[in-house]
């Protein structure tokens, strides 16, 4: 009996111990974070300091490249994988000046991957495509845009957001709005239509019959904001203005006043780049052969500076790393970071990974993404994984109460078949996770915009999220056994099951069709 009891008191005095020695590590990376924080070096030296990170540009290679060096100044080891190769380039100035009627220099910018104008810009009327009768009559009227700019986005009925509209009109006013609008931008699609050519013909169309240039204004339902995407032309620039730039150009040109513009959009075409992950580790100690995983991708759109999407998921497991290495140097399983390129063109930087390290997905123990946003957490899905509730749950009980309360799960819920690069890894079986961020306005004012930028970020919500991602990537790192990889049968939107996302091969070549 006295035997029983001393190795009952022992196993209760070792579990004590390895409970204390947990908590201590947990207390120190609190503690870390809390007090020595790194993020707004690490954000400066990212957004500032190289600024966008459009897949194939030197910038992008330049971030890669900086990152490793910022691994390996803390001690981590780090590599740039090569996945694929992308079309080059290079954005350089652009001036955007009306001359006529009267002179005003215009706010906007050349859309990624945009043909230059020659050296010193060139001057021309503005027109805008004319309502006409069908196919025919476009075709007719194509020639006499040589020489000539052409506006081919909408107009925009007003420039103030909705929920302008809402805090100070009345209900009447707002409802005409809401009514012109809608069919303003029906007559306008219906004259589009009318051209027989689709969104990515119409522009090529026109360089092919001389115009000088194309402009677009594709306002993100913000003061101030647009989204910046890609051009389709392949000869001549194509920009995108403020909506209060080409809303003053359109008035002009429907109105006969035949406004010019001076542009001079410079930007190099540099053939085709080798395209990357950086992938950063820590390597176990006692299974070094089993992984817990960060993910974030490091490209992004080049409108502003990739500040919300996605330098503050970069900069949040950069500083993960950081602080894990510092206070949890010698984990139980490698510790891998997975910074991926091109997520924005297809999840294509995680797809390679996924596809090129088959070997290592059934030992994956878990993948925690950040992407959408620069908000502390306040979602979290099971991805369809039956047991994700029990080890989640327990892991997420030793975050702060306070990042914790708000966060809204659903277990097991359905599998992410895309969105970001999480997807990738739930395709191939990996219980993989979306920390998903409270939105700041995000879609509005800074997903793809001119915006995004440094000055957008919330640091006191990125820390938080570092503290949360670093005590679950510990927990899941000290976890005696792998975790339960069973699945539920997604069920979709009409409650009938559906099937399992399939993996996707990535895009290991692209962009040359721009």
Known sequence: ??????????????????????????????KEETENS???QIAHELMDGIGPRLVGTPQMK????????????????????????WKSWERGITHIDMVAPWTKSLAGQQLAWSPASPQGGATGEVVVIPDLADEAAFAAWLPSVKGKYVMISAPQVTGRPDYNWEEFATEESFEKMKEERTESNRAWNARLQKTGKGRRELPIALEDAGAL???TSYWSQGFGANKIFSASTKKVPTIDLSLEDYGLLFRLAEGGEKPQINLNAQSKDLGVAPTFNTIAEIKGTEKPDEYVMLSAHFDSWDGGTGATDNGTGTIMMMEVMRVLKKMYPNPKRTILVGHWGSEEQGLNGSRAF???HPEMMAKIQALFNQDNGTGRVANVSGQGFVDSYEYLGRWMSKVPREITRDIETNFPGNPGGGGSDYASFVAAGVPAFSLSSLNWS????????NLDTYDKIIFDDVQSNVIMAAIMVYMASEEENMVSREVRIPIGRNGEPTEWPAMRSPTRKGGLDN
Not at 10 to 25: C, F, H, I, R, T
Not at 62 to 85: F, M, S
Not at 442 to 449: E, K, L, M, P, V
């Open 354 to 356: 996924v596809e090129d």
């Open 1 to 30: 009996m006295k035997k029983h009891y001393l190795l009952g008191l022992g196993l209760m005095l070792l579990l004590s111990a390895n409970v204390q020695a947990q908590d201590e590590v947990i207390e120190k990376i609190i």
């Open 62 to 85: 330049k971030a890669h490249d900086w990152a490793v060096e910022k691994y390996q100044g803390w001690g981590i080891e780090a590599r740039n994988e090569q996945w694929g190769e």
């Open 38 to 40: 790194q993020l707004k």
């Open 442 to 449: 995000y879609f509005n004012y800074t997903w793809h915009t």
């Open 213 to 215: 240039g194309i402009i």
